[in-house]
């Protein structure tokens, strides 16, 4: 890292004094060469304030897909949730009804027993 810091300051000092020379070697006067480089600038500050603003924009539309994406998600896992409750509800729904009509069933049948068991003792009983 700091190897990096020094090159950077390295790059940092050599365009400096290259700057310095190319204004000392410059043809122009000194207001000419001062107006040319204030444009210069001015035009560098607001290409660069037009790149902070356009990229401000891409990462808040960035961040707006991707916010709008996990709420779809989230809702379509709930969703699912949902569905997959509600469907197991049905069948277990079913399943209960299913055992109650089988039930209600072994109970007919078993008074049905009784009740033939209950004739035939009755009928012996007024034979004997």
Do not use: C, W
Not at 36 to 54: T, Y
Not at 85 to 109: F, I, P, W
Request: proline share 1%; hydrophobic share 40%; aromatic share 4%.
């Amino acid at each position: 890292m700091k190897d990096q810091a020094k090159i950077i300051a390295a790059l940092l000092a050599g365009a400096a004094a290259g700057a310095a020379i190319a204004l000392l070697l410059a043809p122009d006067s000194g207001e000419a060469t001062r107006s040319n480089l204030g444009e210069f600038i001015n035009d560098a500050v607001g290409k660069a304030k037009d790149k902070a603003q356009s990229a401000t924009e891409n990462l808040k539309d960035y961040g707006n897909n991707v916010a709008d994406k996990v709420k779809s998600k989230y809702s379509d896992a709930v969703n699912d949730l949902y569905n997959y409750r509600d469907g197991v509800s049905d069948k277990v729904k079913s399943h209960a009804d299913d055992l109650t009509e089988s039930a209600k069933n072994q109970v007919d049948n078993a008074k049905s027993k009784v009740k033939s068991a209950s004739n035939d003792v009755n009928d012996s009983i007024q034979q004997a």
